[in-house]
């Protein structure tokens, strides 16, 4: 293999290289100045080479998953509740409010992946479970709605359902987790355990 030297005068602050052929040639132009650890050597298009730093990966952030570590009982019956994801396993930054709001601020435009999952049932031995629904509100309003269970004479104690979109998010919108039992005339349970039956989850897509 052959080394190319260029001897150049103290001032020079770049060598220029000329490749040929029969038919056409290139003019390689080439700064004297190294570039730094682990950098590459790129064109310009026009041959001007310099050198640049390797970009770094894209990653799913931000992030976050919460889940609903104790139940939330007697509920109002047939009404939009806030559920409340209190626990934390992980998330960018402070991202989640787990203990005010219970809500999701991305802080960067992208489009996300949003998932909540729920486990409900009624608080007493009589109710019903005439209408059970799940739905994501994005700065205080409905917006993904999943309907769990709708009957007109169920005595069903206990149903669970996962609600999830691709949603496209500012840096300041906001996500809650919301959910609604009509028991006819009772009360009603969201159940939550450290096996984590209820929780709220998001990330931003690569795409």
């Avoid at 990966?57 to 009982?73: G, K």
């Avoid at 601020?105 to 209408?131: C, F, K």
Wanted: glycine share 8%; proline share 1%.
């Amino acid at each position: 293999m052959g080394k190319v030297i260029a001897d150049l005068a103290a001032s020079a602050a770049s060598a220029t290289f000329n490749v040929e052929n029969a038919a056409s040639s290139v003019d390689y132009v080439l700064s004297k100045t190294d570039g730094a650890a682990g950098e590459y050597l790129k064109t310009d298009g026009s041959g001007a080479l310099s050198f640049g730093a390797i970009a770094a990966a894209e990653t799913n952030n931000p992030h976050f998953y919460a889940y609903l570590s104790s139940a939330m009982i007697g509920l109002t019956d047939n009404t939009w509740t806030k559920i409340n994801c209190d626990t934390v396993v992980s998330q960018t930054g402070s991202t989640y409010d787990n203990s005010t709001n219970y809500r999701w601020t991305p802080g960067v435009i992208g489009t996300y992946y949003i998932l909540s999952q729920i486990e409900i049932s009624h608080n007493g031995a009589d109710d019903y479970n005439l209408d059970s629904q799940m739905a994501i509100y994005k700065n205080g309003v409905e917006e993904i709605n999943c309907r769990i269970w709708k009957s007109a004479v169920s005595q069903n104690n206990t149903v669970a359902g996962v609600n999830s979109a691709m949603m496209v998010l500012n840096a300041t919108d906001y996500l809650e987790f919301y959910g609604k039992f009509d028991t006819y005339s009772g009360s009603w349970n969201v159940n939550g355990t450290s096996k984590q039956q209820t929780h709220f989850m998001g990330y931003r897509m690569i795409i």
